[in-house]
């Protein structure tokens, strides 16, 4: 979404939460526009997910606060705020 797109539909739609699954780099970007909103925003990570239960940390995602979430157990879906965007886009 370009930042005209944005500006123009923010002053449109009114949303209570945003939800949202797709690829890495949309996600970070909705949970940007969100964040600017001050609207919650939740996504669906996707991870390749060995073992299912967590045990083999094959699915884990980078945490906002240090560490890592495991997909299979802890997610899929995550507050986007829980999530080290900056950590996943490298």
Do not use: H, K, N
């Amino acid at each position: 979404m370009t930042p005209e797109q944005r500006e123009r539909y923010s002053r449109q739609i009114v949303f209570q939460d945003l939800g949202e699954a797709g690829q890495e780099r949309l996600l970070a970007a909705c949970a940007a526009a969100a964040a600017e909103a001050g609207v919650p925003c939740f996504v669906a990570m996707e991870q390749w997910m060995g073992c299912g239960v967590g045990a083999c940390l094959g699915c884990v995602v980078p945490a906002a606060g240090g560490g890592y979430l495991r997909v299979c157990s802890e997610g899929p879906v995550f507050a986007a705020e829980a999530l080290d965007w900056e950590a996943l886009a490298r």
